[in-house]
């Protein structure tokens, strides 16, 4: 058993790529070949317009351009260069693997403000 039960920080998406508030079973972790490290992924699905959304991840970055339509982690929220941002995003993604590791994950995505 993990030696901790939860992780909490702050999100951030590409508002470009936004996908619906919805709730995911059977995320797993994967090793992105793109990121070279661990991330949490989405199994593929579809919105109720019929989009197909594939490869989505919960995955380690800053600021929005860091990500194509995935989800970044970080402990809290700042700026980098004038952009809205996540930081200590690497520290938070390797926690959130480490207390998920080994069972089955559920991710529910709701709308922010």
Same mark, same amino acid.
Do not use: W
């Given at each position: 058993?993990?030696?901790?039960?939860? @992780?909490?920080?702050?999100?951030?998406?590409?508002?470009?790529?936004?996908?619906?508030?919805?709730?995911?079973?059977?995320?797993?972790?994967?090793?992105?070949?793109?990121?070279?490290?661990?991330?949490?992924?989405?199994?593929?699905?579809?919105?109720?317009?019929?989009?197909t959304y594939t490869?989505?991840?919960?995955?380690?970055?800053?600021?929005?351009?860091?990500?194509?339509?995935?989800?970044? @982690?970080?402990?809290?929220?700042?700026?980098i260069n004038g952009?809205?941002? @996540?930081?200590?995003?690497?520290?938070?993604?390797?926690?959130?693997?480490?207390?998920?590791?080994?069972?089955?994950?559920? @991710?529910?995505?709701?709308?922010?403000?």
């Amino acid at each position: 058993m993990s030696p901790r039960d939860s @992780v909490s920080g702050e999100t951030l998406e590409n508002p470009k790529y936004m996908f619906p508030v919805a709730d995911f079973l059977y995320c797993s972790i994967y090793d992105s070949p793109r990121l070279g490290r661990e991330v949490i992924l989405f199994p593929d699905f579809e919105d109720r317009t019929g989009r197909t959304y594939t490869y989505i991840e919960i995955h380690n970055g800053n600021i929005a351009d860091d990500s194509e339509g995935c989800i970044l @982690v970080g402990e809290t929220r700042g700026t980098i260069n004038g952009n809205p941002a @996540v930081l200590n995003s690497n520290a938070v993604l390797d926690d959130i693997i480490e207390v998920c590791r080994g069972y089955n994950i559920l @991710v529910k995505v709701r709308g922010g403000d």
